[in-house]
Nanobody, 125 residues
């Protein structure tokens, strides 16, 4: 079992910045990926950024095309916990969404997901 605790989000003006953080604790499988997805009502949840890891090797960071150059994800691994931070700069109104922390792991090639409760990000003047 994995528990996710999110923080951050809120209201910001266009061009502003926000930081999201999420800590996973519990059974941290060695092959995993942790990151953020976002969802607008009526649309599918989409990947924003992810930081994978296999054993002690960190994988290549993943970003949605729309956030490259503006968002930065970072990951910190400690004993039985993983924390990811998403720095969001130069925010645009189209970044407005509910953001969900995701912890994914693989067992025998099959993916399993845990999700945070979600945090709202609103970009508006």
């Amino acid at each position: 079992q994995v528990q996710l605790v999110e923080s951050g989000g809120g209201l910001v003006q266009p061009g502003g910045s926000l930081r999201l953080a999420c800590t996973a604790s519990g059974r941290i499988f060695s092959v995993n990926s942790m990151g953020w997805f976002r969802q607008i009502p009526g649309k599918q949840r989409e990947l924003v950024a992810a930081a994978p890891k296999t054993g002690i090797e960190r994988g290549e960071l993943e970003y949605a095309e729309s956030v490259k150059g503006r968002f930065t994800i970072s990951r910190n691994d400690a004993k039985n916990t993983v924390t990811v931070t998403l720095e969001m700069n130069n925010l645009r109104p189209e970044d407005t969404a509910d953001y969900y922390c995701n912890f994914a792991f693989w067992v025998v090639g099959e993916r399993y997901d845990y999700w945070g409760q979600g945090t709202q990000v609103t970009v508006s003047s």
